[in-house]
């Protein structure tokens, strides 16, 4: 991993191979749920790239919705105690 | 000279007795965001805005919130992190210089729109809103040779993805949608916490 990230780095020449760019685009397949791409199957790097740009707008979807409910959450809650508890909980 | 560092066994824990405290990372996986520091800043963030944001403007006080403690919890190396802040930058000093600009037009007495500029007060306000329109304008994006049509709707999802190479691009991609993931479920975590109470 460490020997690849460097010879990237030397790349000022650009010199990226066709397998690394392959290899980055299959670590973007890794990252798609598996609702959306068989994870095992070889699939064109297109169709990659289309799921992960599905993929970041529904995520940016979901930040707007989730931000929507706790923007009523915290109307109606006491912030104090579950920030504690949270904090607790998130720090063991 | 590159040193390879071996990791650190890690430091026996000392008792935390302020939870409030950033609990430090040790040996800090530049690949994935911690945790810890995207609830740090996001939850301090959500204390402030239960303070002293009014409701009606919670739920985009905490969207923007959600992205800029999410850039300020990743690494600071990250193309797309500082375009973030960067933005989030740039429309708080837009937002600022509109409401500058409105009382500024309001103030005055009644100029045609195509009229005279003479005046120093009419220049400065047409080259803001000129650079305004700069900033807002959507940069072309820089498209390279072999590089699929798809890249370009990529490149406008992740911030700051219009400058990079494309093999920049696909990492900096996995970076963002491994961050936004986190981000997503620890605001998952959270309505559900505030929700189950």
Not at chain 1, 4 to 21: A, H, K, V
Not at chain 2, 108 to 114: D, F, I, Q, R, S
Not at chain 2, 175 to 186: M, T
């Amino acid at each position: 991993m460490s020997s690849r990230r460097s010879r990237s780095r030397q790349s000022g020449s650009s010199r990226i191979t066709e397998e690394q760019i392959s290899d980055l685009v299959s670590k973007l397949q890794d990252l798609l749920p598996e609702a959306r791409l068989q994870s095992n199957a070889r699939v064109p790097s297109a169709r990659v790239l289309q799921e992960t740009c599905n993929y970041i707008r529904s995520l940016h979807r979901e930040v707007d919705d989730l931000s929507e409910r706790l923007s009523e959450l915290l109307a109606t809650s006491d912030m104090s105690s579950a920030q504690e508890a949270i904090i607790r909980s998130l720090l063991m | 000279m590159a040193v390879k560092r071996t990791a650190p066994s890690p430091p026996t824990p000392r008792p935390n007795p302020n939870p409030n405290r950033r609990a430090p990372v040790s040996g800090a996986d530049a690949a994935s965001p911690s945790k810890r520091m995207l609830a740090f800043h996001f939850i301090r963030a959500l204390a402030r805005i239960h303070r002293s944001t009014p409701v009606p403007r919670r739920t985009r006080t905490i969207r923007r919130a959600a992205y800029s403690s999410m850039a300020r919890a990743a690494n600071p190396r990250r193309v797309w992190s500082r375009a973030l802040l960067q933005q989030m930058r740039a429309r708080r000093a837009r937002t600022r210089r509109a409401a500058v600009l409105r009382r500024r037009v309001s103030a005055a007495p009644a100029t045609p729109p195509g009229g005279a500029r003479s005046i120093t007060g009419e220049d400065q306000e047409s080259t803001t809103l000129a650079a305004l329109a700069r900033t807002t304008a959507a940069a072309v994006p820089h498209r390279q040779a072999g590089e699929p049509a798809r890249a370009d709707a990529l490149r406008r999802l992740v911030p700051g993805g219009n400058e990079m190479e494309y093999s920049n691009l696909l990492e900096e991609t996995a970076d963002y949608v491994r961050c936004l993931r986190a981000q997503v479920q620890l605001m998952q975590g959270l309505v559900d916490l505030f929700s189950g109470r």
